[in-house]
T-cell receptor
Framework: AQTVTQSQPEMSVQEAETVTLSCTYD???????LFWYKQPPSRQMILVIR??????QNATENRFSVNFQKAAKSFSLKISDSQLGDAAMYFC????????????FGKGTRLHILP | DARVTQTPRHKVTEMGQEVTMRCQPI?????VFWYRQTMMQGLELLAY????????DSGMPKDRFSAEMPDATLATLKIQPSEPRDSAVYFC?????????????FGPGTRLTVL
């Protein structure tokens, strides 16, 4: 069974600085999708960024980018120029490309932004 | 701006009462998921539907929980009888198997408190 591990329960970063959130996953599949979701204090789950496993180019969305290392099964999220609004719980997630609709979520990393 | 809607947003009830939570998936989406989020357990998948058919409800306590999709625009999650341990935030999410990533879009959640 696939698993997603986020080893950092909490992190802090100074406003305007860059922070990287770690995520590793375990799978025997070669084709899959990876996601980062953000959950701010409002509790709304928001999709931040997504990546297809067979695409070598790392996905970017404005200040958010990923470092996808397929061989290492690592999918870290980098937030540049951190803003107060980035304070949230961040969830890494995995979905098989085999036809399973379910997404497997990690336990989350709570990110604090220090003014 | 298409989004998943959930009602009610907040519910306070007494132990033993029936609770019904409703979800309207994004128009055109054919998968619907029910999650429960607590501090202790994190995000748990309770049940999911594809094309209105229940595909997996293994995460749901069968004796008191039930999930249905009366039609493509409505999904319901019922708890009868409710217990204090059911206090949590319940999320509905929808997705489309016709899309490459088939990512899930979340509703704002129902915060349930059982006294």
């Amino acid at each position: 069974a696939q698993t997603v591990t986020q080893s950092q329960p909490e992190m802090s970063v100074q406003e305007a600085e860059t922070v990287t959130l770690s995520c590793t996953y375990d799978t025997s599949e070669s084709d899959y999708y990876l996601f980062w979701y953000k959950q701010p204090p409002s509790r709304q789950m928001i999709l931040v960024i997504r990546q297809e496993a067979y695409k070598q180019q790392n996905a970017t969305e404005n200040r958010f980018s990923v470092n996808f290392q397929k061989a290492a099964k690592s999918f870290s999220l980098k937030i540049s120029d951190s803003q107060l609004g980035d304070a949230a719980m961040y969830f890494c997630a995995y979905r098989s490309a085999s036809g399973d609709d379910k997404i497997i979520f990690g336990k989350g990393t709570r990110l604090h932004i220090l003014p | 701006d298409a989004r998943v809607t959930q009602t009610p947003r907040h519910k306070v009830t007494e132990m033993g009462q029936e609770v019904t939570m409703r979800c309207q998936p994004i128009l055109g989406h054919n998968t619907v998921f029910w999650y429960r989020q607590t501090m202790m357990q994190g995000l748990e998948l309770l049940a999911y539907f594809r094309n209105r058919a229940p595909l997996d409800d293994s995460g749901m306590p069968k004796d008191r929980f039930s999930a249905e999709m009366p039609d493509a625009t409505l999904a319901t999650l019922k708890i009868q009888p409710s217990e204090p341990r059911d206090s949590a935030v319940y999320f509905c999410a929808s997705g489309s198997t016709g899309k490459t990533y088939n990512e899930q879009f979340f509703g704002p959640g129902t915060r349930l408190t059982v006294l």
